[in-house]
Structure formats: structure tokens, C-alpha cells
């Protein structure tokens, strides 16, 4: 009987010593995760100079942001519930507008982010939207993560990005698009007085 709880103990005290290891290990395991999801983070905010990112596009694409290097480039982030109209806010309708006026003046990609439960569900909202630039599929399910990490969380947010590669507008909320067109306008204006 004393074998057998001096037994008992040793066990105890080893799986207690297992599992703090095994703490340490999950722990360090997470930190190294989090230091790479910083790392290959995209950083849009005021002042930020983005890594150049890549991915395809919903129509086969791939989009590259270093092609746009010495370029204007306008980066529209929103949640898939935007694209379907609502009552009070037609999303598509206020960046198409913002498209067709500049287009000329700077380049377009949309990133449609949220949760689906399938392929099925974010085909629904496309069939709801008339966006007219290029987007990426950013959207993650069950089997499906997100491919680009990024340090925005509002929706819709509105960046642009100069030739310089720094970013000189950041916004979130729609239905306000003064800054953004101010500084469009501005950049119109560069190009056609150089």
C-alpha cells in the first residue's frame, strides 16, 4: 500500500512538472506566432509605409502592391455584409463613385473581409454587389484563413497610399469621403500641373 502511494506521488508530482512544461512550451509556441503575425502585418495607418502585399483576386488576378510602386493606390477594406445594400448605406454605390471620379488618378483594390460559413454564402453577397474595381477574398471560414494580416479593424476603411508608398489618408466609416477626395483632388491636380 506504500508502494503503491509513493507510486501515486511520484506521478503526481511528475505530471504536475509535465504540465507546466507543457504551459511553457504552448506559451512559447504563441509568442512565436504572434512575433510572425506581427511581423508580416500590413500596416495601414497615417504615416505608415506598408509592406508590399499579394494575393488573387476574385476574378483569378493576382494582385501585387509592388506594381504599383511610384503609383496612387486606394485600398478599400469592408466587411461582406457591405456589399448587400441596406436601407440607410449603399457601400458599393459610395466607393464606385470614388472609382469612377479618380480612376484615372489612382488605382483601386477592395478587400472583403469577414466570417462565411461556405463559398456559397460570399457568392450571395457578391451577386448583391456592383463594385467596379478588382477585390481580394479575404474572408475566412471553418477551413478557410484570412490571407492578408493587416492592422485595420473598422469597416469600411479607406486608405490611400501615395507614390512614395506612404500612407496619406486612413479612415474608417462610410458615407464620409471629403479628406479622401480632398487629397485625390490633390493629387489630380499634381498631375495635370507637374
Known amino acids: 500500500m506504500k508502494h503503491i502511494l509513493a507510486l501515486l506521488i511520484i506521478l503526481s508530482v511528475s505530471s ?7 504551459r511553457e512550451r504552448i506559451l512559447k509556441e504563441f509568442e512565436k506566432e504572434a512575433k510572425t503575425l506581427r511581423n508580416n502585418q ?3 495607418s497615417f504615416n505608415a509605409r506598408p509592406r508590399y502585399f499579394s494575393a488573387k483576386t476574385m476574378n483569378g488576378t493576382v494582385f501585387n502592391s509592388q506594381n504599383y510602386k511610384d503609383k496612387n493606390l486606394v485600398v478599400f477594406i469592408y466587411d461582406k ?6 436601407e440607410s448605406y449603399d457601400m458599393a454605390e459610395e466607393l464606385n463613385a470614388l472609382y469612377t471620379k479618380y480612376k484615372n488618378d489612382a488605382y483601386f483594390i477592395g478587400i472583403v473581409e469577414g466570417f462565411i ?3 456559397k ?5 457578391l451577386s448583391h454587389s456592383h463594385v467596379l474595381f478588382e477585390q ?11 490571407k492578408l494580416n493587416y492592422n485595420l ?3 469600411p476603411a479607406k486608405v490611400l497610399i501615395d507614390t512614395n508608398g506612404k500612407v496619406i489618408h486612413s479612415s474608417c466609416g462610410g458615407g464620409n469621403n471629403l479628406v479622401i477626395e480632398q487629397k485625390l483632388d490633390s493629387i489630380r491636380a499634381i498631375k495635370l500641373n507637374p
Do not use: A, H, R
Not at 481580394?136 to 484570412?146: G, L, P
Open 121 to 125: 454564402e460570399l457568392q450571395d453577397y
Open 136 to 146: 481580394i477574398d479575404n474572408t475566412k471560414s471553418y477551413n478557410k484563413s484570412e
Open 81 to 86: 455584409s457591405y456589399l448587400k445594400k441596406s
Open 42 to 44: 500590413i500596416d495601414f
Open 16 to 22: 504536475c512538472e509535465s504540465k507546466e512544461q507543457k
Open 153 to 155: 479593424v473598422c469597416s
Open 117 to 119: 460559413e461556405d463559398e
